[in-house]
Every structure is written in C-alpha cells, then in structure tokens.
C-alpha cells in the first residue's frame, strides 16, 4: 500500500522569505506525487503534479517541487512567500493506472508579518 | 477547465436523520468519483469510490450501510449519511477524474453539522 508522510504539522515563516514544506512517500510500485492547497473554508486545489520527466516540477503561484526516486520525497519549496500563501498544504500520491488519490496529513503553512 | 460542484454547501441537520449530497461533474462525464471526509484540521480521508452503474468500493472502516453512494448517471454521485450522528459532522468532499492524464477535479466540499 501508499502512504504519504508530512513531517511537519505547522511551518512558520515570515513573509518573503523561502519556505520549504518537506514530503516522503512509501510505495512498492511507480507513482504520480501532487501537492494541493487548501485555503481558509475552501476547497482543495491543485499546486502541482509529477507524472514523469523532469524531477523539478514548477507550479502555480511560484510553487515548485522536486521529485527524488532515490530519498523518496517530494519536497515543495518557495523562494518568498506571501502572506495569501497562509492555507493548508496536502502532498498525495496516487499509483499508475489508479485513479484513487492518498493523501498526507498537511501541514499548515503560517506566514508571519 | 472542468468544474466539479457538491450540493448543498453547507447542512445542519438533527442527530437521527438522513442527509444527501450531491457531487456533480459539469462538462465532462466521470465513471468513478470519490469520496473523502475531513475532520477538522486533519487530512483527507478517502472513504469510497462511487462507480457509475455498480456497486461502490468502500474503504476499510467505512460502514456501507451508514454511508450510501450511489452512482446514478455519468455526471452525478450521491452520498447519504443515514442516520446522522453528532460525530459524523465533518467537511465531505468528493472528486472526479479528468480526461486529462492524471488529473483529478475536487468539489468544494459539504461542510456537515450534526446537532
């Protein structure tokens, strides 16, 4: 079976600066790795996804994210994040031919003034 | 780009009833839907895979009697919580996959309170 593991809860950050929101995963088989941001009574939308190709994926509102076989992470990064950026951050996997989603935890991204 | 829509938003109801909600997939046909809830501040949590013309595929703990889903055409997905209880309040959210590869379209959610 998938798993997906966040290791951080919370992440606190003052405002332009970078942030790093760190995600590995546990699968026996190839899969398709996501993040979603969930803001404030909202729901879900999608950040980014890595299919296949290149390991760094590049997504909306800057996000980035850098695909990793060998650690088995997928770690999604910012070089300068904004106070909107203030929402309820999901990494998913999902195994090839499925369409079902697993998700992690989340962690909650704080952007201090 | 395609848009999924859940009905009714939000729905209080009393301890003992039945709730429906509607997961709809506008402009694009979806075979399969899923179906997540979400406590407070915690993740999502796949409960079933509604299949469109048969029978749904319920995730481990889930009690099918309590949650029915039925699958009535290619663009709707029902969920009913049947006899509601205080603890069953929680953000439902269902989804639909796109034609595009791997893509999967989320509804806004049904935020659920029992009293």
């Known amino acids: 079976a998938q798993s997906v593991t966040q290791l951080d809860s919370q992440v606190p950050v003052f405002e332009e600066a970078p942030v790093e929101l760190r995600c590995n995963y546990s699968?026996?088989?190839?899969?398709?790795l996501f993040w979603y941001v969930q803001y404030p009574n909202q729901g879900l939308q999608l950040l980014l996804k890595?299919?296949?190709?290149?390991?760094l994926v590049k997504g909306i509102n800057g996000f980035e994210a850098e695909f990793n076989k060998s650690q088995t992470s997928f770690h999604l990064r910012k070089p300068s994040v904004h106070i909107s950026d203030t929402a309820e951050y999901f990494c998913?996997?999902?195994?090839?031919?499925?369409?079902?989603?697993?998700f992690g935890k989340g962690t909650r991204l704080h952007i201090l003034p | 780009g395609a848009v999924v829509s859940q009905h009714p938003s939000r729905v209080i109801c009393k301890s003992g009833t039945s709730v429906k909600i509607e997961c709809r997939s506008l402009?694009?046909?979806?075979?399969?839907m899923f179906w997540y809830r979400q406590f407070p501040k915690q993740s999502l949590m796949l409960m079933a895979t509604?299949?469109?013309?048969?029978?749904?595929?319920?995730e481990q703990g889930v009690e099918k009697d309590k949650f029915l889903i039925n699958h009535a055409s290619l663009t709707l997905s029902t969920l009913t919580v049947t006899s509601a209880h205080p603890e069953d309040s929680s953000f439902y959210i269902c989804?639909?996959?796109?034609?595009?590869?791997?893509?999967?379209?989320f509804g806004p959610g049904t935020r659920l309170l029992v009293l």
């Open positions: 989804s639909a996959p796109g034609t595009l590869r791997e893509t999967q379209y």
């Open positions: 699968s026996s088989v190839s899969v398709y």
């Open positions: 890595y299919l296949s190709g290149s390991t």
């Open positions: 998913a996997v999902s195994v090839w031919g499925d369409d079902k989603i697993i």
């Open positions: 402009d694009f046909q979806a075979t399969t």
């Open positions: 509604s299949n469109e013309g048969s029978k749904a595929t319920y």
